[in-house]
């Protein structure tokens, strides 16, 4: 029998971090899932869909998953105004991470991020030194053309026509429940810098430092970034240092992979990898495409 996720609520300096948790008894290893913007742990436990949930899929298969509330989201709401700095938002989620485990974390820690979450995910890869592996979806190094122009006026309170449907178009790759906003959260200020920044400086800044295996799942129907061979051949070129880069294509999927009716298919892809990570079997060419 399995553990089903359950809310978290741990202090960090003083600071309420919350999250969902499903803890295995015997963690062959720790995942760590962060969220995208204006939105919260919940998507990585798809509501009334278990089927389709990360956190019910890894904790069967015998990992510790935890899905955090990022720095301002959550408890940590009205502490938002304090995590402009980027060390301040990975000191504090790694410190809640550690307090959650609190005893034996298997292997190590894998990170998985989307979308905006792939700030916060990257920088935590490169700041501890029991990171296993990495996961990132969501994001890019260059806009679409659709996306440029709405991805540039949107803000914490400015939601502009066109950005729903980059995010959740087509809308018959997702459950009809989570089309109804159940899963939305109020932004955070810093992220207007994070994406301001994000894709110009600090993508290739800390992907240059990653040093464990890193794999980059791209949705057939991403409509935010630009996807073609020479855009995902730069990415992986970002992780010069990483020991083995690995694109993975997941079909009849959007922008929010881990809430499409194909979820529970592309998580599966992610656990695949986190046992490779864990046993070290990458190949040895740097840049494998996988379309499954």
Not at 102 to 111: C, H, I, L, R
Not at 204 to 229: D, L
Request: hydrophobic share 45%; net charge negative.
């Amino acid at each position: 029998m399995t553990a089903a996720p359950r809310p978290r609520v741990v202090l960090v300096d003083g600071i309420p971090m919350s999250g969902l948790v499903a803890q295995a008894e015997d963690p062959r290893a720790v995942i760590v899932a962060v969220h995208g913007g204006a939105t919260s742990a919940a998507y990585f436990d798809c509501p009334g869909r278990p089927e389709l949930s990360l956190l019910h899929r890894a904790v069967a298969a015998g990992f510790t998953a935890i899905a955090l509330d990022r720095p301002g989201y959550g408890t940590s709401a009205a502490y938002a105004g304090e995590f402009s700095d980027p060390a301040r938002r990975v000191a504090v989620t790694s410190a809640a991470v550690d307090k959650i485990v609190s005893g034996s974390g298997g292997a190590g820690v894998f990170v998985l991020g989307h979308s905006a979450g792939c700030e916060l995910a990257l920088r935590l890869a490169t700041a501890r030194d029991d990171i296993v592996g990495v996961e990132l979806a969501g994001t890019g190094l260059r806009y679409s053309d659709a996306a440029k122009d709405i991805i540039a006026s949107a803000t914490v309170t400015n939601r502009p026509a066109g950005l729903r449907d980059l995010l959740w178009e087509p809308t018959e790759l997702y459950p009809a429940e989570v089309l109804t906003g159940a899963l939305s959260a109020p932004g955070v200020a810093y992220e207007a810098e994070v994406t301001a920044n994000w894709a110009r400086r600090d993508f290739p800044a800390v992907a240059a430092e990653v040093r464990v295996p890193v794999q980059f799942s791209i949705a057939e129907h991403e409509k935010v970034w630009q996807t073609g061979p020479s855009a995902v051949a730069a990415i992986a070129g970002l992780f010069d240092a990483a020991p083995h880069v690995q694109v993975n294509e997941v079909p009849a999927s959007g922008h929010n992979l881990s809430v499409g009716l194909t979820a529970g298919q592309y998580h599966g892809q992610v656990l695949s990898f986190i046992e490779e990570c864990i046993a070290g079997t990458q190949g040895r060419d740097r840049v494998h495409v996988e379309a499954s």
